[in-house]
């Protein structure tokens, strides 16, 4: 029994492009992992890296102490929290890592209450890359005891910020950082779109504005690592940005704060994931710019 206080077996469940890196993260720092994906090829090679394959989220939910799920819808997480690891016997806290929305993770924290097992939402920014190399921002709420006993293996992930005890309360911080990103997204492309058409080189447009006042996540990084390559490999599904904006502009609706802009962002997600799927990667919102004005932001 002290043994499982002092080391816990940690449970993860989703390893995808961001739980991949981060339960690799937990390996590396020393910590025994019980994994679980409905991705065969996820699995094998989290087993290749010392973790052990559960077959199921109940397996998970019996084998470990606390446990993590990166998982890219909020059904997806409820259905895998309620209906699966929170039916273990073993589990005592669950750490959601998702952009799953305020208004799930207070439908899942009541679930799991009666069953003793604490539930804090993690969500995380700072793309694939933050995830490999332990950068990632990470925004935590849930009861502060659960939250002190769990930083440790928040901090392997990147910068851990406790934002208050309510559950929700982190991911309603996580939408508006990602609305911000995806407003950057689509309004440097039409600023982008713009100076190619009338004739601006876009390498030398991008180092103006990185040099000036209208810098932002997407000309200091999208563009020159996976627009201007013509890649669109940034890492980030168009059809999760458009859940992100859509659970932000619906958040705000419900708390009575209107969101013109965030609305016209939402719309140019949906086009976007209408035209190239939800699959492509985000930064195909530069794409749908460019169809419409018929010129092409290349480096
Ligand atoms: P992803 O699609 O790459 O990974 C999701 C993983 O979950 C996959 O391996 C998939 O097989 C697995 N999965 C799906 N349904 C499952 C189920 N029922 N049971 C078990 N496993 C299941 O997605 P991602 O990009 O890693 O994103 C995960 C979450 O993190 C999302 O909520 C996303 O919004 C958020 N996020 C992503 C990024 C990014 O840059 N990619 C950054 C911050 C936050």
Redesign the pocket.
Known sequence: MSERIEKPVIGF????????PMSRRLIDAGSSLCV????AE?LSTLEAAGAAVAQS?DDVGNSADIVF?????PD??E??VLN?VGRGSRVKIVID????GPGMAGRVSRGLEPRGIAWIDA??????A??RNGT?AVMASGPRDAFERTEPLLATFGKVFFVGEKAGLAQVA?LGN?LLAAAAMVVSSEALVMGVKAGIDPKVMLDIINAGSGRNSATQDKFPRSILTRTFD????TG??Y??VRLCVDEAEALGVPMVAGAAVRQMLAVTNARFGPTSDFTSITRVVEEWAGVEVRG
């Open positions: 469940i989703g390893l995808g492009r961001m739980g991949g679980f994906d409905t991705s996820a989220p799920v990166s998982l890219p819808t997806i997480v259905n895998v699966g890592l998702s952009t799953s969500p995380v920014s700072g793309g694939i933050g995830a990632l996580k990602n940034f890492g980030f599904a999760l940005s859940k992100d």
